[in-house]
């Protein structure tokens, strides 16, 4: 090279770009407020019937799972996110862990690890956090989504396996499903009885599922031998008919279970709340005994869901915390999918005309040059310690971006120049009304008050 040339600079392909893993979404700020009023108004109706809130890990011991939730389930089986963990000291080495496909087990496994139940006191619990499944992403079906969920369990002399208990936590999703307004919901209600009247009721299956096996789905010839249970819930149009005529979980279900069952029914008719029996809902895991209900929406665009419209899931789990290794404690409880209800508000809102408007902020300050950039921060702290919400721009900004920018986000834009910094002022322009005004700093607060009603 010689000493007047000058090096290329060699050509660096573009960079591929990282993408969200598939089936995990990011939540941005447009969508996030209605997200937040879910999560208060859970929060709110929650407190009002006693429950306090539980945080558990994100992952646990892939065995609480295989033992909690059911090795046959399809949640063990297929879905989950395993690994063997690389931990250096002996006692870590070759551990098993599994990012969290659903939050019962791990509040169970936390009930026993701190002996919750040495009170003698009822548990009522709940959780709001992500679970991770690997199933097929579609709308309303992701790998990470968010549960919103709830446990109510305690030793036998607590009344936790009362029907009352089971009614009450019914009565309490219809109540926080109303208070947020979702229209059309529907409660689907079984019993799968008691874990003996379950096996008797397999069995039966197993024997009415022999002779037509040969005729089922692959994946129903599997359950039909492993766990027959399973082929209830399965949703292949085939095998619709076969399903259909199978022995009904109602017929093997006990004196006891059944007066328990009658007992849930009775109190949902006292508070008035509808339920439609559904004898084929057995649900997707395996530690459920007697009560199992869904709350549903109408599948279709107007929901929102498609076909994933079970907005929430749960029943009575009486014998998962001895599974666990824990002492006898009945439980019932439910998660909402949270993401399905959101994915239901917004398309109902939608269907309604009504927007989710961003709400915009009080007020957008305009540096008119960079000198007055310190002051704009300044006068920011200022108004945000009153509680108004401010953004600041920049005084490197033409006016006319300025507005633009002001105009898009906030109520109000407030310039701040030369003059206002020397006067101690400051020019406000009321995008909704044209009015534009210059006020004294000290009264700027009682000016932005009057137009907007307190902030
Ligand atoms: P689950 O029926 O497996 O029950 O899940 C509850 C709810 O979580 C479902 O109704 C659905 O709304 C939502 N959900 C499940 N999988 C996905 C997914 N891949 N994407 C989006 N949403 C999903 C349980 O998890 C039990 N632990 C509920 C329970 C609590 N039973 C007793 N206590």
């Known amino acids: 090279m010689s000493k007047t040339e000058k090096p290329v600079a060699a050509k660096q392909p573009a960079r591929p770009t990282i993408k969200a893993v598939r089936g995990t979404r990011d939540l941005l700020p447009a969508e996030t407020p209605l997200?937040?009023?879910v999560e208060a108004t859970a929060r709110a109706v929650f407190a009002r019937y006693g429950f306090g809130e539980i945080r558990t890990p994100i992952f646990e011991a892939t065995e609480l799972?295989?033992?909690?939730?059911?090795?046959?389930?399809?949640i063990v089986s297929k879905e989950m996110f395993t690994w063997e963990d690389r931990g250096r000291a002996a006692s870590e080495k070759n551990s098993n862990l599994t990012l969290r496909p659903e939050n019962t087990a791990g509040v169970v496994r936390a009930y026993i690890e701190h002996n919750l139940g040495e009170s003698g006191a009822l548990q009522k619990l709940y959780y709001i956090g992500p679970q991770f499944r690997r199933e097929r992403p579609q709308r309303g079906r992701y790998r990470q989504f968010w549960q919103i969920g709830a446990e109510v369990l305690g030793p036998p002399s607590s009344g936790a396996d009362s029907p009352l208990r089971d009614a009450e936590v019914l009565e309490m999703l219809a109540s926080f499903l109303d208070e947020l307004g979702v229209c059309g919901w529907r409660l689907e209600l079984n019993s799968v009885g008691s874990a003996e009247d379950r096996a008797r009721y397999s069995a039966a299956l197993r024997e009415a599922l022999?002779?037509?096996?040969?005729?089922?789905?692959?994946?129903?010839?599997?359950?039909?031998?492993?766990?027959?249970?399973?082929v209830l819930d399965s949703k292949d149009e085939a095998d619709q008919e076969i399903i259909n005529g199978l022995p009904k979980i109602a017929d093997f279900l006990s004196p006891g279970s059944r007066a328990h069952f009658e007992q849930v029914l009775a109190a949902l008719d006292a508070c008035g709340v509808k339920y439609h029996l559904n004898p084929r809902l057995v649900r997707g895991l395996d530690y459920y005994t007697r009560t199992t209900f869904e709350f549903t929406?109408?599948?279709?665009?107007?929901?929102?869901?498609?076909?994933?419209?079970?907005?929430?899931?749960?029943?009575?789990?009486?014998?998962l915390s001895e599974m666990l290794g824990g002492p006898r404690a009945p439980g019932i409880g439910f998660a909402i999918g949270e993401d399905r209800l959101i994915l239901t508000l917004q398309a109902q809102a939608e269907a309604d005309g009504a927007s989710i408007a961003a709400t915009k902020l009080g007020a957008y300050i305009a540096p008119l040059g960079v000198v007055q950039n310190p002051a704009a921060l300044v006068l920011a702290r200022e108004l945000r310690a009153a509680g108004l919400t401010v953004e600041v721009g920049d005084g490197s900004f033409k006016l006319r971006k300025s507005f633009e920018i002001g105009d898009s986000l906030a109520r109000h834009i407030i310039l701040l120049g030369e003059d206002e910094v020397a006067t101690n002022t400051a020019t406000v322009k009321t995008f909704a009304t044209g009015v534009q005004k210059k006020v004294e700093r000290s009264a700027l607060l009682e000016v932005l008050r009057k137009q907007d009603g307190s902030f």
């Open 35 to 37: 997200w937040n009023r």
């Open 65 to 74: 799972f295989a033992r909690g939730v059911g090795e046959e389930t399809d």
């Open 210 to 230: 022999e002779p037509v096996k040969a005729k089922l789905c692959p994946d129903n010839q599997r359950r039909a031998e492993t766990n027959p249970l399973r």
């Open 297 to 319: 929406v109408p599948s279709g665009d107007a929901t929102g869901l498609g076909t994933q419209n079970a907005l929430l899931g749960g029943g009575r789990y009486d014998g």
